[in-house]
Antibody, heavy 121, light 107 residues
């Protein structure tokens, strides 16, 4: 069965960096686009970044463009999110999500349970 | 960026009721719209994609319709497990965006 397990969250000071990872299993990871979605405490869903199946194309929300980098290692079935210059407003639970269409962005048919990032001095 | 506006933001209903949630896009998104259900402390669950296609395993009491700028999610007969928050999402163009959510509570 499809499993997505996020890791790397924690408490970090403003301006510092953090790297999230998402270990995928149960499907052909290298065939699907992947995404990061976050949810601030008590708030709605915000798409953060997406990457195509081959890693060639990457997309970002305006709020994180230039600070966050999405990447993937298809040999290790792992998705990453490098977060630099963190701000208070980046505090959220971060989910990784799988696209539902081979070779395209698609919708998000499987989600991990999320990892919590708290930015605080 | 494409803005998605859901209405209502809060809905109180009873078991067995038929409810409809609307999602309006700030510009046309063809049929590239999905609906998700989220329960407290849980990850979202994909219910419907391409505006009206039911995701595998989702009960048939859920249905979606619309195209262009106006979309609806209908639950034909509310069950206890349906009380949750619902989000629409567009994937017509980047950045992908979500609606602000509709919280469905028991009356």
């Amino acid at each position: 069965q499809v499993q997505l397990v996020e890791s790397g969250g924690g408490v970090v000071q403003p301006g510092r960096s953090l790297r999230l990872s998402c270990a995928a299993s149960g499907f052909s990871f290298s065939s699907y686009g992947m995404h990061w979605v976050r949810q601030a405490p008590g708030k709605g869903l915000e798409w953060v970044a997406g990457i195509t199946y081959d890693g060639y194309n990457r997309y970002y929300a305006d709020s994180v463009e230039g600070r966050f980098t999405i990447s993937r290692d298809n040999s290790k079935n792992t998705l990453h999110l490098q977060m630099n210059s963190l701000r208070d407003e980046d505090t959220a639970k971060y989910y990784c999500a799988k696209g539902n269409i081979v070779g395209a962005a698609g919708y998000f048919d499987f989600w991990g349970q999320g990892t919590l990032v708290t930015v605080s001095s | 960026d494409i803005q998605l506006t859901q209405s209502p933001s809060f809905l109180s209903a009873s078991e067995g009721d038929r409810v409809t949630i609307t999602c309006r896009a700030s510009q046309g998104i063809r049929s590239y719209l999905a609906w998700y259900q989220q329960k407290p402390g849980k990850a979202p669950r994909l219910l419907i994609y391409d505006a009206s296609t039911l995701q595998s395993g989702v009960p048939s009491r859920f249905s979606g319709s619309g195209s262009g700028t106006e979309f609806t999610l209908t639950i034909s007969s509310l069950q206890p497990e349906d009380f949750a928050t619902y989000y629409c999402q567009q994937v017509d163009s980047y950045p992908i965006t979500f609606g602000q959510g509709t919280r469905l509570e028991i009356k």
